[in-house]
T-cell receptor
Framework: AQSVTQLDSHVSVSEGTPVLLRCNYS??????LFWYVQHPNKGLQLLLK??????LVKGINGFEAEFKKSETSFHLTKPSAHMSDAAEYFC????????????FGQGTELSVKP | KAGVTQTPRYLIKTRGQQVTLSCSPI?????VSWYQQTPGQGLQFLFE???????NKGNFPGRFSGRQFSNSRSEMNVSTLELGDSALYLC????????????FGPGTRLLVL
């Protein structure tokens, strides 16, 4: 069965410092993995997607994630945080034979201090 | 292309009532999925429709139902509302599902009193 674990419910960084949001997954097959961001009172926006083409995936707004099969991890990073990055981030897994079903992690709230 | 739209954006209902939410997917997308978001349970999959057929279903009671029309627009219905149904309901569309990127609408916030 698929599952996603986001290892931190809340991460706080200072503006200009690196961001690391951690995600581990469990999947029976080769999964598609995603990171979505949700700003307050908004819908979900796709940051990036992994589909086995390359283990290092670049997304929007300077975010990237590395797929490590041996560690079943898909951590999200950004070299330098910006105030506008403050939001909730979701790690998501989807398997090919599950149609449109997405499994979400519990979310990590990112705070950015000036 | 226009994004995923959901109507209404906000709803207030009382216990025992029923409610219908609507979702219009991105043009050309045939898969529509619905999710419930609550502070306690996070984001949970309700069901997915593809070509007017329910293809997958989450672990929700039968009070939650949906349908999809020939133009891919989808509706979800919740009958006999309970306080715990208060949530943000999100709709997402993709070309055919199956691991593809899903694009989310802004959601409908339902408050049950």
């Amino acid at each position: 069965a698929q599952s996603v674990t986001q290892l931190d419910s809340h991460v706080s960084v200072s503006e200009g410092t690196p961001v690391l949001l951690r995600c581990n997954y469990s999947s029976s097959y080769s999964p598609s993995l995603f990171w979505y961001v949700q700003h307050p009172n908004k819908g979900l926006q796709l940051l990036l997607k992994y589909t086995s083409a390359a283990t290092l995936v670049k997304g929007i707004n300077g975010f990237e994630a590395e797929f490590k099969k041996s560690e079943t991890s898909f951590h999200l990073t950004k070299p330098s945080a910006h105030m506008s990055d403050a939001a909730e981030y979701f790690c998501v897994v989807s398997e090919y034979n599950q149609g449109g079903k997405l499994i979400f992690g519990q979310g990590t709230e990112l705070s950015v201090k000036p | 292309k226009a994004g995923v739209t959901q109507t209404p954006r906000y709803l207030i209902k009382t216990r025992g009532q029923q409610v219908t939410l609507s979702c219009s997917p991105i043009s050309g997308h045939r898969s529509v999925s619905w999710y419930q978001q609550t502070p306690g349970q996070g984001l949970q999959f309700l069901f997915e429709y593809f070509s007017e057929t329910q293809r997958n279903k989450g672990n929700f009671p039968g009070r939650f139902s949906g349908r999809q029309f020939s133009n891919s627009r989808s509706e979800m219905n919740v009958s006999t509302l309970e306080l715990g149904d208060s949530a943000l309901y999100l709709c997402a569309s993709s070309l055919e599902g199956n691991g593809e990127t899903q694009y989310f609408g802004p959601g409908t916030r339902l408050l049950v009193l």
